[in-house]
């Protein structure tokens, strides 16, 4: 079946940086754009980037320009985003998602990340 | 970028009843609006792609209208299983960004 499985949760110092990892499974890896969402504690969604597998094409959000890189494997069918210099606000949950809008979304499991000296 | 004004922030229902959400874009987002649920600690489900179109395997007590900036999601008969939190996603031009959200809860 069509699925995202992603990496655990991780703990991290402010200021370091994280890696959460999307793989999939079940469809064409290449043929559907992946996006990374994130919702705080008790807040809402908060859009943050998106990828085309295809050619690695990327967008971000403003709020993280800066401090974002998501990346691609096609041999692992898995998807990356790195995110760096970590403030306590980004505490929250990180999900990959398959958001192809006439196809049924699929979501990872999310990944919580704690940043906590 | 655009804004998405979702309201209310929160709304307290009964079993049976019909309630609307209503979210607004900042500029005109043609029907490129999806509405989610999200149960806690689980992740987003999709219930409406392009403001109007049912998901597959959705209920049809889920109904979405609207174009342009304005946009609601109307529940027509609550079940017990409809409380929880509903999200908009406007996808007509990057970045995305969601509504604020709403808490349905039972009254």
């Known amino acids: 079946q069509v699925q995202l499985v992603q990496s655990g949760a991780q703990v991290q110092k402010p200021g370091a940086s994280v890696r959460v990892s999307c793989k999939a499974s079940g469809y064409t890896f290449s043929s559907f754009h992946i996006h990374w969402v994130r919702q705080a504690p008790g807040q809402g969604l908060e859009w943050m980037a998106i990828?085309?597998?295809?050619?690695?094409?990327?967008t971000y959000a403003r709020n993280f320009q800066d401090r974002i890189t998501v990346t691609r494997d096609t041999s692992t069918s898995t998807v990356y985003m790195d995110l760096s210099s970590l403030k306590s606000e980004d505490t929250a949950v990180y999900y990959c998602?398959?958001?192809?809008?006439?196809?049924?979304?699929?979501w990872g499991q999310g990944t919580t990340v704690t940043v906590s000296s | 970028d655009i804004q998405m004004t979702q309201s209310p922030s929160s709304l307290s229902a009964s079993v049976g009843d019909r309630v609307t959400i209503t979210c607004r874009a900042s500029?005109?987002?043609?029907?490129?609006l999806g509405w989610f649920q999200q149960e806690p600690g689980k992740a987003p489900k999709r219930l409406i792609y392009d403001a109007s179109s049912l998901q597959s395997g959705v209920p049809s007590r889920f109904s979405g209208s609207g174009y342009g900036t304005e946009f609601t999601l109307t529940i027509s008969r609550l079940q017990p299983e409809d409380f929880a939190t509903y999200f908009c996603l406007q996808h007509n031009s990057f970045p995305y960004s969601f509504g604020q959200g709403t808490k349905l809860e039972i009254k």
């Open positions: 990828i085309n597998p295809s050619g690695g094409f990327t």
């Open positions: 998602a398959r958001l192809a809008t006439r196809d049924v979304d699929v």
């Open positions: 500029q005109g987002i043609r029907s490129d």
